[in-house]
């Protein structure tokens, strides 16, 4: 089952006026209805609470709602009828032992209708069942009151008549609320018991009675099990309810707290996860799901949802921080209200999407700084290097997602971000957690990057530098600088050293420094050889000595790649640095010819790659992903940090 309601839709309800359609994602997928205070998202999940009336001891489909009013028509409209539609997968009905719902297993789709008009100063609510755009019911102006249809599709194509079809209307009607939980928006023990929405009154009352004491060890055993493995929070020896103060008890440590004690976000975190456990819904929609949490446990909240259950999730937000945890196979639609109309959009936050991204942001008004940049970014010296980087990623990550078992892809601008240092010039950049007011600035004071993004990783040649030269005195300040901004962050702390010197600098597990003298030196020997025999070829061309005895190996830790080859008896290539004349051209073909063969240790039919460049190359670059992916919160089998 790929998921229960496939969609909802609304009109006339509210600031909905017209038609209204949503798409609910997968399982373990998520629905986000994000936009501003007052643009329509909350009355998606309001919509939802018609569903908390008891139906199973009437003996038509049609009841009165006493809580409605006129205002919950669009601009008092109360000629024209509140409708709220589901389109339900029947396939979640295999195996049911309720004889109406067997039957409509032939139907791989139905609609469960629930439609509200006033009548004579009441407010009646009459299910249907559709099918084809044909209801099982329809509203007779002249009788002023809903009749049966006789001649719609279910009747005739199933054989039911008048009173299997209206028993069938409240069998689905209670099948779909007995399936929906819908969490309110401030959830707190203090709170009045509400019909439908869960609050945490619910809970407290459950405890509080404890008539199911196996069931109750098990959800709070598995809530346990979260807070203290998945949340890395304290977990409670035992929870009790004190039905009086409208509060919890936690014990920790022989220690017991109140809730109020405790802290709200703990609190709200314990109510959410005890119901998800407890209740087994198909269908969870929750308004403000980041509420009084911070943003770490937010993103673990979300990934915890996405592996629990076989639940449709609906999430109602403002945060750009749950915004960032949306996938590819979730739904994200934008709430907007204008001239007093509510109305959204489908976007996401991809190639064609980010404008729509930055437009809600600006609405929610999000700063750049808060969701708009990416999360990590990669600091290299030139352009040439930024060529080399992403040939690397595009051609290994593959190899690694295999590895690790992995289906997550990597996207530059959201996971990452490259930028340049300008080769030398990475010495005026810092890596340290400061500041400096503008009228104490310094002639050599360094730039502080990590107020463009605060999770840098770093690539730098090493230059073959010796130890204690200025170059490498530089690599074990920004050696030092980044262990220590690593020190704070607790999800890389257990990952840092204790003291940066020259021998461990390389390993910080967000620096490379190349083991080769530089980056061309990691150049594959059958790309290389390519790349020149091709280059030779052309009529201007002033290279010399291309032949098919060459050695095209050119790993070295003391000689640039034009160097060597020079050395080898090919003119035309070497610049007076060491280096190749064609550096750029190069890493552009790199980039355009790299693929996963050329990361084989013995490859066939083509040159076989230098044995300790290829395992440095590759140990980095398992170094460099599962940096990305930690600081994304993704998780990975097994991660490489050294």
């Known amino acids: 089952m790929s998921r229960f309601i496939n969609s909802v839709s609304l009109k006339n309800y509210r600031g909905f006026e017209d038609e209204a359609v949503i798409e609910f994602a997968n399982i373990n997928n998520i629905t986000f209805l994000v936009g501003p205070n007052n643009s329509g998202k909350s009355l998606i ?42 389109d339900i997968n ?28 006033k009548i004579n100063g009441n407010f009646v609510c009459c299910l249907k069942l559709g099918k084809e755009n044909s209801y099982s019911h329809e509203f007779d102006k002249s009788k002023n009151d809903f009749i049966y249809n006789s ?44 019909d439908f929405y869960k609050n945490g009154s619910e809970i407290l009352k459950w405890l509080h009675e404890n008539r199911s004491q196996a069931e109750i060890g098990r959800c709070k055993k598995q809530v346990r ?9 304290d977990d409670p020896s035992e929870v009790v309810a004190d039905i009086e103060k409208k509060q919890l008890k936690f014990t920790f440590d022989y220690f017991q707290f109140s809730s109020e004690e405790i802290g709200t976000g703990y609190t709200m975190l314990y109510i959410l996860l005890m119901e998800i456990v407890r209740n087994k819904k198909e269908i969870i929609l929750i308004d403000e799901i980041e509420s009084h949490l911070q943003p770490g446990l937010v993103r673990q909240l979300i990934q915890l949802i996405r592996t629990h259950g076989n639940s449709q999730y609906v999430l109602a937000t403002h945060s750009p921080t749950v915004l960032e945890c949306a996938d590819k196979e979730d739904i994200l639609y934008r709430f907007n209200k204008n001239d007093g109309k509510c109305n959204f959009e489908n976007f996401f936050r991809n190639n064609e999407g980010i404008n729509k ?64 240092t300008g ?9 340290a957690e400061q500041e400096t007011p503008i009228e104490i600035l310094e002639e050599e004071l ?41 020190s704070l962050n607790p999800i890389l702390r257990e990952n840092c050293l ?54 095209w190996d050119v790993y070295s830790q003391t000689q640039g790649v034009g160097e060597i080859l020079e050395s080898r008896g090919i003119s035309g290539v070497k610049k007076d640095s060491g280096t190749i004349i064609h550096k750029n051209d190069l890493a552009r073909y790199i980039f355009r010819n790299l693929g996963s063969i050329y990361f084989q240790e013995s490859p066939s039919e083509i040159e076989k790659p230098n044995g300790e460049m290829l395992a440095d190359l590759k140990r980095n670059l398992d170094k460099l992903i599962s940096y990305i992916l930690t600081i994304n919160n993704i998780k990975v089998k097994s991660l490489v940090f050294k």
């Open 45 to 86: 999940t309001r919509a939802f609470s018609i569903l908390k009336y008891n139906v199973s001891g009437t003996f038509s489909n049609k009841f009165s709602l006493e809580d409605f009013q006129d205002s919950d028509f669009n601009n008092l409209n109360i000629e024209s009828p509140i409708t709220l539609e589901f």
């Open 90 to 117: 029947t396939s979640v009905f295999n195996g049911s032992q309720i004889v109406e719902l067997v039957k409509i297993l032939p139907w791989s789709t139905i609609k469960l209708c629930i439609e509200v008009r």
């Open 151 to 194: 001649s719609n599709p279910l009747s005739s194509s199933l054989g039911m008549s008048k009173d299997e079809i209206e028993m069938l209307c409240k069998t689905m009607y209670i099948e779909v609320s007995s399936r929906v939980m819908v969490f309110d928006a401030i959830r707190s023990f203090d709170r009045r018991e509400s």
């Open 225 to 233: 099990e979260w807070l203290k493995n998945v949340f890395n929070l």
């Open 357 to 420: 991204f930055r437009e809600v942001c600006n609405e929610l008004g999000v700063i750049p700084g808060d969701a708009l940049l990416s999360n990590t970014v990669i600091w290299v010296e030139g352009p040439s290097e930024m060529f080399w980087l992403r040939a690397w990623l595009k051609a290994y990550y593959p190899i690694f997602k295999e590895n690790n078992d992995i289906e997550n892809n990597l996207i530059e601008g959201l996971h990452y971000s490259i930028l340049l």
């Open 423 to 431: 080769g030398s010039n990475i010495g005026h950049y810092g890596f």
């Open 446 to 486: 360094v730039l502080k990057v990590l107020k463009v993004n605060p999770n840098p990783f770093v690539v730098v040649d090493s230059d073959n530098a010796a130890i204690g030269s200025a170059k490498h005195e530089r690599m074990i300040r920004i050696g030092e600088e980044l262990n220590q901004i690593n």
């Open 498 to 551: 204790a003291d940066i010197n020259s021998d461990n600098v390389k390993e910080v597990i967000n620096l490379w420094i190349l083991e080769g003298k530089e980056l061309e030196n990691y150049v594959h020997p059958q790309l290389l050889k390519n790349f020149y025999t091709e280059r030779s070829s052309q009529r201007a061309s002033k290279i010399t000595g291309i032949n098919s005895e060459i050695d």
